[in-house]
């Protein structure tokens, strides 16, 4: 398995700042993910996370709004700029190692007021 | 569509009794996993099964895999009121998309 750590657990916000979180892993991954899970929702892939190179973008997320660095294979960061209310969720980064298991962070509760 | 879809939807049972749950998907897959999630918790990776095994227990878990189907099931045995969550699966593709999920109620 990995160990995932995320920071900050949680936070409150005001509207139109930015929050950037941290994503840490314990070994080196190839392959990193961002999720969000909105209240009562089941979870929405937001970007794959590339070592080197622009993140990958699902439809309906975009860089200007979700910008991703993956300086290297056991970190990455995403960050929510010019928050709203909408963006009110718990943030996930997800690893999935060799054998092709996906883990979890234990998530970052965000509120934006 | 590269999303598992689970059924039911909600489930409510007994404790002791015994929880199933059934996933179903659209294109092949190399493997396929599940996942338990408590409310307002993480996501915790409970097992991967493979195209090429048709079941594998973890505990009191029993996951199936039918490859002609498209489907997986997760029986819970002998549930406990803990084992109240949400559970998903999620078929491998390049990358995991979560279904809406089964919400397990598990009542002492």
């Known amino acids: 398995s990995a160990v995932i750590s995320q920071k900050p657990s949680r936070d409150i916000c005001q509207r139109g700042t930015s929050l950037t979180i941290q994503c840490q892993v314990d070994?080196?991954?190839?392959?990193m993910f961002w999720y969000r899970q909105q209240p009562g929702q089941s979870l929405t892939l937001i970007a794959t996370a590339n070592q080197g190179s622009e993140a990958t973008y699902e439809s309906g997320f975009v860089i200007d709004k979700f910008p991703i660095s993956r300086p290297n294979l056991t970190f990455s960061t995403l960050t929510v700029s010019n928050m709203s209310p909408e963006d009110s969720s718990i943030y996930l980064c997800s690893v999935r190692l060799v054998g092709n298991e996906q883990f979890f962070g234990p998530g970052t509760r965000l509120t934006v007021l | 569509s590269q999303q598992g879809e689970e059924d039911p939807q909600a489930l409510s049972i007994q404790e002791g009794e015994n929880a199933t749950m059934n996933c179903s998907y659209k294109t092949s897959i190399n493997n396929l996993q599940w996942y338990r999630q408590n409310s307002g918790r993480g996501l915790v990776h409970l097992i991967l099964?493979?195209?090429?095994?048709r079941e594998k227990h973890s505990g009191r878990l029993r996951v199936t895999l039918d490859t002609s189907k498209k489907s997986s099931s997760l029986l819970i045995t002998a549930s406990r009121a803990a084992d109240t969550a949400s559970y998903f699966c999620?078929?491998?593709?390049?990358?995991?998309?979560f279904g809406p999920g089964t919400s397990l109620s598990v009542i002492p």
């Open positions: 070994s080196q991954v190839t392959m």
């Open positions: 099964i493979r195209s090429n095994e």
């Open positions: 999620a078929p491998l593709y390049d990358k995991v998309i």
